[in-house]
């Protein structure tokens, strides 16, 4: 801490992370099972993003956007769990500086906001493939899905960058102790001396255009879907489709549904301690499950998993070292043998 010489009041130049209290000795639980959440959400983002990569039958407008969305998750649980699994094994609290918590405001930020117009998009592709089938390749070209993911990741990254600003220009005086397991917004707002009403207003403001409307959105492109499936004539069919939709819409009504319960909500003192339990859905419970909902039960996905893994067993079998150019699309492996 510094003090200042004016107004004779300490600066502070580092955060305490309170988290979810003094754990002492019961720290190793929390700590196993976020591990294992990590671990297990990290995998699976990465497994999908490799299918995407290496298998050309899943090279359609669909699984281009839940690579993205892998992709975007795997950054998302890597810019908040490290940092609070290290503050678990030492009891629960950690410090960090005021530079490294506005770091870790602007990713954390950036990445919530870039995910809300990404399920928004994901949203309309399943509208136009399910409402608007015959038009589908061409509303949905390559140039119109990679403008949808540039613009996903590109406005909530300039949104961020205007919010951190403001709260870089921020004095933090006298307290320095954020009760939360991140440094979010709202927490660091708290802990200013001058005057934060302005960007409490953007904050809120920010909120409602990357939580709120992104989810109207969504909403809309699956009430389209339903309607269309309550035509489907076989009962086997429509609850097929049901099953998909509800699990999809589920995940991202959490998402959206807690995102807005911290941000836009009157910040009264009955929520101030569940922010942190509603904070876990969509930071760490969200990035978890979904890979389970959108891909891992996808048959084209297990089926291309399966190529894989396949492929892989079949290039590396015989007496000599292989190195294997795969190409799952013809299932045939052309060998280049080399000496041990």
């Not at 890979?291 to 079949?314: D, G, Q, T, W």
Request: neutral net charge; hydrophobic residues 45%.
């Amino acid at each position: 801490m510094e003090r200042t010489g004016q107004e004779n009041q300490t600066l502070v130049t580092e955060f305490l992370l309170l988290g979810f209290g003094d754990l002492e000795d019961q720290w190793y639980l929390p700590f196993l099972l976020f591990l294992v959440i990590y671990v297990a959400t990290m995998a699976g983002n990465i497994l999908i993003v490799v299918l995407f990569i290496i298998d050309h039958h899943l090279h359609t407008p669909m699984y281009f956007f839940l690579a993205n969305l892998s992709c975007l998750e795997s950054c998302y649980s890597s810019s908040i769990l490290p940092l609070m699994l290290a503050n678990l094994s030492k009891g629960g609290q950690g410090t960090i500086s005021v530079t490294g918590c506005m770091v870790q405001c602007y990713f954390v930020a950036s990445l919530a906001a870039s995910e809300c117009y990404l399920l928004a998009a994901m949203s309309y592709d399943r509208y136009v493939a399910i409402c608007k089938p015959l038009l589908y390749r061409t509303l949905m070209n390559g140039q119109v899905c990679l403008q949808l993911v540039a613009g996903s990741w590109i406005s909530g990254f300039l949104a961020a960058n205007i919010i951190v600003y403001l709260l870089h220009q921020l004095r933090f005086c006298n307290s320095h102790e954020i009760n939360h397991f991140f440094c979010d917004m709202n927490p660091i707002v708290k802990q200013a001396c001058n005057d934060t009403h302005m960007i409490e207003l953007l904050i809120i403001f920010f909120a409602g255009l990357f939580s709120l409307l992104p989810f109207l959105l969504t909403l809309a492109s699956y009430a389209s879907i339903i309607s269309v499936i309550l035509r489907i004539p076989s009962s086997s069919g429509r609850k097929k489709a049901f099953s998909t939709c509800s699990s999809h819409l589920i995940v991202v009504s959490v998402f959206y549904s807690s995102l807005m319960t911290v941000y836009m909500l009157p910040k009264m003192e009955a929520l101030r301690d569940l922010n942190k339990v509603f904070s876990l859905f969509y930071t760490v419970l969200t990035p978890f499950f979904n890979p389970l909902i959108y891909s891992l039960r996808n048959k084209e996905v297990k089926e291309a998993f399966f190529r894989c893994v396949k492929m892989l067993s079949h290039c590396d079998s015989g007496g000599l070292a292989q190195r294997c150019l795969c190409e799952l699309d013809t299932a045939r492996c052309i060998s280049i043998e080399y000496k041990r």
